[in-house]
């Protein structure tokens, strides 16, 4: 089991920045790639970025070139640095990880943080 907590959401002023981290406890070492994701209201869960255990990183279009994903493998915790963020990017964000157990996924999700850009 993984448990997940997110931490630095809140209320930031369009193009200015916001740090999101998302750090895991529980038998992290089973932990593959890292990932966020997010959820305005009213719209489905969209996928945001995510980073592999070797760090190789991929982003949704509406974040590439915006927002960084990184990790510290030692610490078991996953960052989103949200740069110049829009009123778009207004949403709940949850982090996820992927856990291989004898060769089989499983996914955990935190209980999300709220990221509210304000213009």
């Known amino acids: 089991q993984v448990q997940l907590v997110e931490s630095g959401g809140g209320l930031v002023q369009a193009g200015g920045s916001l740090k999101l981290s998302c750090a895991a406890s529980?038998?992290?070492?089973?932990?593959?790639?890292m990932g966020w994701y997010r959820q305005a209201p009213g719209k489905e869960r969209e996928w945001v970025a995510v980073?592999?255990?070797?760090?190789?990183?991929n982003y949704g279009d509406s974040v590439k070139g915006r927002f960084t994903i990184s990790r510290d493998n030692a610490k078991s915790t996953v960052y989103l640095q949200m740069n110049s963020p829009q009123p778009e990017d207004t949403a709940f964000y949850y982090c996820?990880?992927?856990?291989?157990?004898?060769?089989?996924?499983?996914?955990?999700w935190g209980q999300g943080t709220q990221v509210t850009v304000s213009s």
């Open positions: 996820n990880v992927v856990c291989y157990v004898r060769g089989v996924s499983h996914d955990y």
């Open positions: 980073i592999s255990s070797g760090g190789n990183t």
């Open positions: 529980g038998d992290t070492s089973c932990i593959s790639a």
